[in-house]
């Protein structure tokens, strides 16, 4: 095996801070939006199958790379499931607005340091922060629960993000 194969100091901790450096993990809250196609979803327009105000239609969550200044996902290779009570949803990455559903998008890119911005490319570094709207093809009613599983490529442990709805749905609503 070359030389340069580990570059970083050895041991357990720091080999699996490496490893880790290609897992998601959420930041902050989960938002959640009722099925209602007029209006803007947290900031980009979304476009549901069946809108109903009375219902989950898409969520919002942001996420950074788990731990460590090491590693990148290429989020544009990021496979997005949906699943509420049945078989899991596929959903698709895109990049045109509006956010038609099923699918999923960046909404914004951030860095976590002050003066510094996120670069244009869709690769989830180190300091960086990507806002994802999710949307599936049939709206979540209330008391539902669903998860959505944010997979990188490769051996990277999934992200799943599961919530329930509230009994009364509101046009935004922290879901935790």
Known sequence: M???????????VAESMYISGDA????????GFSAVSSGNAGG????????????????????????????AIDMDRLTAAWS?????????????????CPNWTIVKKYHMLPGHTADADNLLEPGE????????SQAVAPYQSF????HPEGTAVPLPLTRTVPAKVQPVMDLG
């Open 2 to 12: 070359p030389d340069w194969v580990h570059t970083f100091p050895g041991g357990l």
């Open 24 to 31: 998601l993990r959420p930041v902050g809250s989960v938002f």
């Open 44 to 71: 980009i327009m979304v476009l549901y199958p069946r809108p109903d105000p009375g219902k989950l239609g898409s969520m919002q969550v942001t996420v950074a790379l788990f731990i460590g200044d090491t590693g």
């Open 84 to 100: 509420s009570g049945g078989p899991a949803e596929l959903l698709h990455k895109s990049d045109r607005v509006p956010l038609v």
């Open 129 to 136: 922060q990507f806002l994802i709207q999710a949307c599936p």
């Open 147 to 150: 998860t959505l599983t944010l």
